[in-house]
């Protein structure tokens, strides 16, 4: 009898958190409406920028930063992206990597339809492309003559405020970067285990774990930092199998699935990481 | 089980002390894991990062280990009357000789029981294991002239540490670190994971169950991402022959092998 009264309470437990989950992501999407509606008819991109040149005064951002979406998100779209590449840009965080585990059916992002391809590497762009690059720096080069003959200012500045950021290095990362290409590194290094190279990396484990560290970075085309910080867009936290050899340091934030991301919420993501300490172990 | 350190500041305590009272509280939450049916922990307890440590500190954390584990030997009578498997992952030739053997022991005095599993990651990092199943395929696949198309991610997988357990359903993470820290980061592709800003020292049975009740509201959504990983394996699996004669035995050997390893240490 007891059990049978613990699993209804069970059960009704579970209805009502099922049901304050329902009315919580109704509510996300109400406010997400209200908030996408305000700011297309605000256009408030001063009010945004000074929220994000605040956060660039912190002591402590990350050099490289990761998007991770999830296979059942279905509000991260290109328009998202690119605000957050915006952003990215104005606080000055050079590099930055998507992860996303969709399919195409399903929303997935291809990149190259509005980066620009950096050298020969498929995965690696550039944003913005360089032609809306060149146009930020003609605006800026006409406004700064206005700026110079009105005021006085040479510091690059247009007269509405509007500054010159460097492009932002993008890097898509697909399902196969993960423990697949730690497999195809040890398939490669087995084939080559008669070279005296891989002999020599077989001494010592840290040595093979520095050889893995140099071929995975290789073959991702990764010449940056591992990344520090990742925003997860996901009903729930989860990394969904994302570069295992690269993100053991990285601070997660997840930003739920359904809720309007604006410049606020990335500013308030690099404030909170600005406060995590990091010990390192010791 | 972060945490220990800033409990003892907040207490005025040593944090040896810290540490302690942490240990006291891992058997609390394994007695609630217990209670609520959940077959297998593992708990994070020293990672080779924590080398850097002071010299102090990191004894004081041995001469812990060596307290706990020799207490566990003693008991080991109850260990089997529950069915309990003790298995210490990480790389543990790193450790004191006499922890070594201390470990090794109760690794083997439990390796017969199959009911609940307890493993503890002592001078453990993800990145050293995987570093360890790379090299354990360098070293050892090449005696039985395997091909390299035997090798991929599922091969991988059966090299690691926690080649006998399931991934873990949830990873609980304590004093409001939102990182993972090198820990089975190959494990954790589709693990749950939650944060909470409770010291782990201070844990309570609510937060406990905070962090259950989030997995079970959490886990339908991983669903259908969990289906396409197994499906993914099977694939693999048929592939690479994974099942064929030539790769279980391999499999095998490198078991028998780790249990000589352990037999070796525990004698030393």
Redesign the interface.
């Known amino acids: 009898m007891m059990e049978i009264v613990s699993i209804l309470i069970g059960r009704l437990l579970f209805i009502l958190i099922a049901t304050c989950e329902l009315l919580q992501q109704l509510w996300h999407r109400l406010h997400a409406l209200a908030r996408r509606s305000y700011d297309y008819w605000q256009c408030d991109s001063h009010h945004h920028h000074e929220l994000l040149e605040r956060a660039i005064e912190l002591q402590k951002l990350p050099q490289h930063l990761v998007l991770v979406i999830a296979p059942d998100d279905r509000y991260v779209d290109a328009a998202l992206l690119k605000r957050i590449f915006g952003y990215a840009q104005i606080v000055g965080i050079p590099y930055l990597s998507v992860y996303d585990t969709r399919t195409p059916k399903n929303g997935y992002v291809d990149l190259s339809r509005f980066c620009q391809t950096s050298g020969n590497e498929s995965r690696c762009f550039l944003w913005p492309p360089s032609q809306q690059s060149k146009e930020q720096r003609q605006q800026v080069q006409l406004n700064g003559c206005k700026t110079v003959h009105s005021n006085g200012t040479t510091n690059g500045n247009a007269s509405n405020g509007a500054k010159h950021y460097a492009q932002l290095q993008v890097y898509q990362i697909g399902t196969a970067d993960g423990h697949a290409l730690i497999a195809d590194v040890c398939r490669e290094l087995y084939e080559n285990r008669s070279t005296p190279q891989v002999q020599e990396l077989l001494k010592e484990r840290q040595a093979l774990t520095d050889g893995i560290s140099a071929m995975l970075s290789k073959r991702l085309g990764f010449v940056v930092p591992e990344p520090e910080l990742g925003i997860i867009f996901s009903r729930l936290t989860c990394i969904y199998g994302l570069l295992p050899w690269h993100v053991r340091f990285t601070e997660f934030h997840t930003h739920r699935s359904g809720c309007y991301f604006e410049a606020k919420s990335f500013a308030k993501v690099l404030f909170k990481y600005a406060r995590c300490e990091q010990r390192w172990g010791k | 089980m972060d945490g220990n350190r800033r409990f003892a500041r907040s207490q005025q305590i040593d944090k040896i002390e810290g540490h302690s009272r942490g240990f006291s509280k891992l058997a609390d939450v394994l007695r609630w894991c217990l209670d609520m049916g959940i077959r297998e922990v593992t708990t994070f307890a020293f ?7 002071s010299n102090e500190e990191v004894e004081g954390l041995f001469n812990l280990a060596r307290e706990k584990f020799s207490k566990l030997l003693e008991e080991t009578n109850r260990l089997d009357e529950h069915g309990i498997r003790i298995r210490v992952i990480g ?1 543990i030739e790193l450790l004191p000789a006499d922890l070594q053997r201390l470990i090794a022991t109760a690794m083997l005095r439990t390796e017969n029981n199959d009911k609940l599993f307890l493993n503890v990651a002592f001078a453990y ?4 294991e ?6 354990t ?3 050892h ?2 005696d039985d002239d395997m091909p ?1 198309t035997d ?3 599922r ?3 059966a090299c690691l540490y926690t080649r006998h357990s399931p991934p873990p359903d949830l990873v609980f993470r304590t004093s409001g ?6 820990f089975m ?2 494990q ?8 909470t800003n409770v010291l782990w020292p201070q844990i309570t049975i609510w937060n406990f169950m905070a962090g259950i ?2 997995y ?3 886990r339908r ?2 669903e ?2 969990k289906r ?1 990983n197994r499906l993914h394996s099977a694939q693999l699996d048929k592939s690479s022959d994974f099942y064929s004669l030539r790769v279980q035995r391999f499999l095998h050997k490198m078991d028998a092998n780790r249990r000589k390893l352990l037999v070796a240490l525990a004698s030393n």
């Open positions: 990672s080779i990062e924590n080398f850097k440590r790389n990092t993800s990145r050293d995987i570093t360890q199943a790379v090299e395929v360098m070293k696949y090449e390299p090798i991929n991610e091969l991988l997988e670190e939102t990182r993972l820290s090198d980061m190959w954790i592709k589709s693990s749950v994971l939650y944060f009740v989030a079970q509201r959490d959504h991983l259908a991402y396409e």
